[in-house]
T-cell receptor, first 118, second 114 residues
Framework: AQTVTQSQPEMSVQEAETVTLSCTYD???????LFWYKQPPSRQMILVIR??????QNATENRFSVNFQKAAKSFSLKISDSQLGDAAMYFC???????????????FGEGTQLTVNP | KAGVTQTPRYLIKTRGQQVTLSCSPI?????VSWYQQTPGQGLQFLFE???????NKGNFPGRFSGRQFSNSRSEMNVSTLELGDSALYLC?????????????FGPGTRLTVT
């Protein structure tokens, strides 16, 4: 079974600065997807960024980028130029790429609560 | 296009009762997944439905069940409620059950069991 671990329960950053959230995972599969989801106080889960394991290039989405280290099974999220609206709970998630094996099932980490200070 | 909707948004039940939660996916989406979110256990996968068939099931007791209708709307049912069933129940939909397709989450149903 796959596991996802986020070792930072809480993080804080000053507005306009950069913060990195950590995530490690464990799997025996070679093909999979990794995601970062954001959950603001409204509780609506929002996809921030995704990474396909077969791609060596790190994914980027505007101010959000990842550092994907497949051998180390590490998947960190970097938020640049942090904004007040970035304050939320961030979840790292794993999804198997095998259609028959995992379907749509996501395995989530424990979450990191990000505070953005003005 | 309307997003994923879940009803009701809030629910209070008594221990021993049963409850049914509803999820309407985005129009055209055929895959629906359910998750339970609690402070202690975090986000845990309950089950997934695709074209009215349960494709995947998480490690939950048989008191938790679900179904999907021909219009892709899904319901989950919890019988004989326990205090530990108090949680936010999230539903997510995607076009098909392929990893290539993004899942969109609903706002959740907050269930409180007293």
């Amino acid at each position: 079974a796959q596991t996802v671990t986020q070792s930072q329960p809480e993080m804080s950053v000053q507005e306009a600065e950069t913060v990195t959230l950590s995530c490690t995972y464990d799997t025996s599969e070679s093909d999979y997807y990794l995601f970062w989801y954001k959950q603001p106080p409204s509780r609506q889960m929002i996809l921030v960024i995704r990474q396909e394991a077969y791609k060596q290039q790190n994914a980027t989405e505007n101010r959000f980028s990842v550092n994907f280290q497949k051998a180390a099974k590490s998947f960190s999220l970097k938020i640049s130029d942090s904004q007040l609206g970035d304050a939320a709970m961030y979840f790292c998630a794993y999804r198997s790429a095998g259609r028959r094996v995992g379907g749509s099932r996501l395995t989530f980490g424990e979450g990191t609560q990000l505070t953005v200070n003005p | 296009k309307a997003g994923v909707t879940q009803t009701p948004r809030y629910l209070i039940k008594t221990r021993g009762q049963q409850v049914t939660l509803s999820c309407s996916p985005i129009s055209g989406h055929r895959s629906v997944s359910w998750y339970q979110q609690t402070p202690g256990q975090g986000l845990q996968f309950l089950f997934e439905y695709f074209s009215e068939t349960q494709r995947n099931k998480g490690n939950f007791p048989g008191r938790f069940s679900g179904r999907q209708f021909s219009n892709s709307r899904s319901e989950m049912n919890v019988s004989t409620l326990e205090l530990g069933d108090s949680a936010l129940y999230l539903c997510a939909s995607s076009l098909v059950d392929s990893p290539d397709y993004e899942q969109y989450f609903g706002p959740g149903t907050r269930l409180t069991v007293t």
